[in-house]
């Protein structure tokens, strides 16, 4: 499809909705609040765990060996935090730009996200082929020293997470309300 076929698509999907959303959300504000909820959400605590283990593998890069357990499950956590940030930032921007009422800006973001797409797919790869690759290491390690999990200490770890919720849903809830 040329860049003109595309913009033409567009334009009629556009003026079809009205402009408020694209074509199959078109009708079910309902469907569109909750996919602009999960999307944006995704995005953030996605980039936030990826963002969180880049830091952890750069600040311990001299210490621990890329082979080592911690170092292989921190890069699975921060694989796994760039396929799910880049796939719904990808699809956040393009449902939050859909109803700029411009064209051509929503052409060049579908071109956009059609790019990432493929980039968040091998990340999510990448991420499951290493962790059956390092499975049974990173199991036997576990089991040599095995340390109680306290998970109910962590629990104050969560409100930022739980803020970004929160502000996602109202962001969306509002966006499709006051449209």
């Known amino acids: 499809m ?3 076929a595309t913009s033409n698509y567009i334009g009629e999907a556009m003026r079809a909705t009205a402009a408020l959303a694209p074509p199959s959300l078109a009708d079910n504000p309902g469907l569109l609040t909750w996919n602009l909820f999960v999307m944006t959400a995704a995005f953030c605590l996605g980039l936030m765990m990826a963002g969180r283990q880049g830091r952890r593998l750069w600040a311990a890069r ?3 060996h890329p ?4 170092s292989v499950y921190r890069t699975i956590i921060f694989l796994a935090g760039c396929a799910i940030a880049s796939r719904g930032g ?3 921007v393009s449902l939050w730009s859909w109803s700029s009422g411009d ?3 929503i052409e060049r973001i579908a071109e956009l996200k059609r790019w990432l ?3 968040s797919i091998a990340c999510g ?3 499951m082929a290493l962790h059956m690759l390092a499975e049974p290491m990173i199991e036997h390690q576990l089991r040599k020293a095995p340390l109680p999990v306290d998970m109910w200490s962590r629990w104050p770890q969560l409100r930022r997470p739980a803020a970004v919720l929160v502000v996602s849903l109202l962001m969306a809830a509002a966006a499709v309300g006051l449209r």
């Open 103 to 105: 064209a051509v800006t």
């Open 2 to 4: 040329t860049a003109t």
């Open 67 to 70: 082979l080592d357990p911690v």
């Open 117 to 119: 797409d493929p980039l």
């Open 90 to 92: 990808a699809e956040a």
């Open 62 to 64: 001299n210490i621990d």
């Open 125 to 127: 790869f990448t991420w």
